[in-house]
């Protein structure tokens, strides 16, 4: 009976333990938390977001704030569950964040070209909306990742002009014409750097995402050029959900008369160079990050509606929802105008 009880004792504490243990085990979660905003007419660290260069601007008033999400990556199970029962907070799998086979780098490296493109998107549909047409596109180098092919051979800020003697002047053209060689050739680039023109020869090596397709390991932005210089300078805020209020901000500045009549207004969504507003993640958390920023209004792409309008009313502002960048220009001037107007809402 002795043998029995202390076998029972030595269990319970092995089940104890594991219990223990198994609390603070690596969990395949993320937390995402409302993160900070960041006014698109204001200044970071005094370096204004948005300048604009060669033609005249405006002074105007009030906020267009774009919203982010924080996340929270290494999780054991005992902080997953008090961020589960958090309502700022959501819990999801990380596969729907960094998708399987990705490494934290490689996530990293593509929200950045995708804020990159968001900039270039943005500028392209704001002055669209104005009449304003691009007189030409070039391709440039942004980052250049340590270890990758051409490290050492092109800088940021080269523009890259042909691939193995093809002219190239977009990303789509560039990733093809590297894409024609097999993985590990090398292929020659030509370029330039202040203007002035060099070539140099690169040995590709296989793509992360496709070890069948060669690539130079750039990161690069593509560029339209205007009759004057729209510059946007953002930090350590990645992905392309901060199209839109880019976009509302370049408008804003080039138009006389404050586009928000005074007030914060928030927003989030992809936008293309045609305007068209897309949905992004986090929409949830971005809300209730806007209304502690004091926001009256928000911005929602319409495909973000039904997950927007879980957040308690008394939690959030004004939504808002728009398919277009002109949707959401007539709907805050309606509203600047007359705060009771009737505009597409979630």
């Not at 490689?106 to 943005?122: I, T, Y």
């Not at 980052?143 to 002009?161: C, W």
């Not at 932005?221 to 901000?249: C, H, N, Q, W």
């Amino acid at each position: 009976m002795a043998r029995r009880t202390q076998s029972l004792v030595v269990a319970s504490v092995l089940a104890l333990v594991l219990l223990v243990v198994g609390l603070w085990m690596p969990v395949p979660f993320v937390t995402l938390a409302p993160g900070p905003v960041t006014d698109t007419l204001g200044a970071v660290d005094g370096t204004r977001l948005i300048t604009i260069e060669g033609h005249r601007t405006y002074p105007t008033s009030g906020r267009l704030e774009l919203t982010t999400v924080e996340e929270t990556p290494k999780l054991n199970l005992v902080s997953a569950l008090q961020d589960w029962i958090d309502d700022d907070r959501a819990v999801v799998p990380t596969e729907l964040i960094r998708p399987r086979g990705s490494s934290q780098e490689q996530v990293q490296q593509e929200n950045a070209q995708a804020m990159l493109d968001s900039q270039d998107q943005a500028t392209a549909a704001a002055l669209a909306q104005l009449g304003i047409k691009a007189t030409g596109r070039s391709v440039a180098v942004y980052t250049i990742p340590d270890g990758s092919p051409a490290a050492g051979r092109l800088a940021a800020g080269d523009v890259i002009t042909q691939v193995g003697g093809v002219a190239v002047a977009t990303q789509d053209q560039l990733r093809a014409q590297v894409g024609k060689v097999r993985p590990g050739a090398a292929v020659t680039i030509a370029y330039k750097r202040g203007g002035k023109p060099a070539t140099v020869t690169i040995t590709t090596r296989p793509a992360t995402d496709d070890p069948t397709r060669a690539m130079i390991g750039v990161t690069t932005t593509e560029k339209r050029t205007y009759p004057f210089t729209v510059r946007i300078r953002l930090s350590d805020v990645g992905g392309p959900s901060a199209g839109l209020m880019f976009a509302m901000g370049i408008v804003d500045l080039l138009t006389p008369g404050a586009l928000t009549g005074g007030k914060t207004i928030a927003g989030t969504g992809t936008i293309t160079a045609a305007g068209e507003v897309g949905p992004i993640g986090g929409i949830q958390q971005k809300i209730l990050g806007a209304k502690a920023s004091g926001a009256s209004i928000f911005l929602v792409p319409a495909a973000n509606c039904a997950d927007a309008t879980s957040v308690d009313s008394g939690r959030a502002p004004r939504l808002v929802k728009v398919d277009t960048l002109t949707d959401a220009l007539k709907a805050v001037d309606a509203l600047r105008t007359n705060p009771a107007a009737s505009v597409p809402s979630c």
